[in-house]
């Protein structure tokens, strides 16, 4: 109970722009003897540090204080088909260096395992942060991911990973702890992790080269029973959409997946000849897509463009319904190129069809971590199980 206590202490502390033990006191409910002994290990462990004094309500004087962010760090790895990103973030949150890969033309597990080696010792020496003190490796994968035993299994988007156990191949290669969590989890877990707390029921929409959702209902994020929460490839966004694999129709993976609007796009004589099987090339054809809708609004391109937020949107719309969110969030690899577009048709097409836009209205909106909310959110994940109260309850109020 007294470590539980010290990590929810630290976590409450972080989130804080400067509180005080008496604040503590009252939102924790621990007592004063309690606080003062978690005060007393979290300095003697230099995690904390007085940052000035404050009048109260009595008009003492008392004193409030943060985090210290050097005092540990953690790696945030996100692996896509067409990226490795990696990012070294403080105990603060805040992220002190990052090194962006293109993954390896064929993504096999060991030319994958072998690259991040690579980067993130590259990424060590950049930082000059020494190895005592990193808390932890978090990587963000594609799923389905079995975050138990930190295993990838058959994993649709990455050819040949079909058992990676890689918790076990990591560990074995930096003696670091490493925590392994589906992309969509790890985004929306450090989408809150930024937050102060108000959004509790949330939906982070990840777009990468796969599509799926991250959520967290009541100020928990949802797992589900299994190991692939958050599939929403097959929920419908165009009622008039091609009958895709699964027997539905216009299904986000068969209409708005980056592969198929640039496949669209190629036959149509808007962009050149791509291969479609390689994702790096792909992302690349699909920020040339967005710039040229964003320059031609009536362009194919913008059609297809704008189609494809319409799809988006009415599926955004459906889970708003479902769950009786208050906030949907949008990001991943793909976020920045469709931006303009997706913000400009998705927020009124979602609280138009919201039945419960007479309580409240669905806030929509961008990700507040950047374009590596995977690998920020992974590394946000680690420091939560390993520094912080887990993210199970993430707020107390």
């Known amino acids: 109970m007294a470590d539980y206590n010290q990590m929810l202490v630290l976590d409450l502390i972080r989130r804080s722009a400067g509180i005080s033990r008496g604040e503590l006191v009252g939102r924790t409910g621990l007592t004063a003897q309690t606080m003062s002994n978690i005060f007393r290990r979290l300095g003697d462990e230099g995690m904390i540090r007085e940052t000035g004094r404050v009048r109260g309500g009595s008009g003492s004087r008392r004193a409030v204080f943060e985090v210290v962010p050097s005092a540990r760090y953690t790696v945030g790895l996100h692996i896509d088909p067409a990226r490795l990103t990696v990012v070294m973030q403080d105990l603060a949150g805040a992220v002190v260096g990052d090194a962006v890969s293109p993954a390896p033309r064929t993504p096999d597990p060991a030319s994958v395992l072998d ?14 942060v020494p190895v005592e003190l990193i808390a932890g490796i978090g990587v963000a994968s594609p799923g389905p991911v079995d975050a138990a035993h930190g295993t990838v299994i058959d994993a649709p988007i990455l050819p040949g990973w079909d058992v990676v156990e890689l918790k076990k191949e990591l560990e074995l290669r930096f003696a670091i702890p490493v925590a392994v969590e589906k992309d969509n989890i790890a985004a929306v877990a450090g989408e809150v992790w930024k937050s102060s707390g108000e959004d509790e029921n949330l939906a982070f929409i990840y777009l990468g080269s796969g599509v799926s959702a991250g959520l967290v209902l009541d100020g928990n994020i949802v797992r589900g029973a299994g190991i692939n929460v958050g599939d929403i490839g097959h929920m419908s966004g ?33 962009l050149p000849v791509v291969d479609l099987g390689d994702a790096g090339a792909v992302e690349n054809a699909l920020t040339e897509l967005c710039r040229l809708a964003d320059e031609h609004s009536d362009s194919p391109a913008a059609e297809i463009i704008d189609r494809t937020a ?36 998705i927020p009124s097409l979602v609280n138009r069809n919201y039945l419960g836009r007479t309580s409240h209205v669905v806030q929509v909106r961008g990700t507040s971590i950047g374009e590596h909310a995977g690998a920020v959110g992974a590394a946000s994940l680690v420091m939560w199980e390993t520094m912080f109260d887990p993210p199970k309850q993430l707020y107390i109020t």
């Open 115 to 128: 690259l991040v080696e690579t980067t993130i010792r590259s990424l060590l020496e950049d930082t000059s």
């Open 238 to 270: 165009d009622p008039n959409g091609p009958i895709c694999q699964c027997g539905g129709r216009g299904c986000i993976t068969a209409t708005a997946l980056p592969a198929v609007l640039v496949g669209e796009a190629t036959g149509r004589g808007v």
């Open 310 to 345: 319409r799809s988006f949107g009415r599926v955004c719309a459906q889970l708003a319904n479902l769950l009786d969110l208050d906030t949907i969030v949008l990001g991943g690899p793909q976020w920045t190129a469709l931006r303009p577009s997706f913000l400009r048709i």
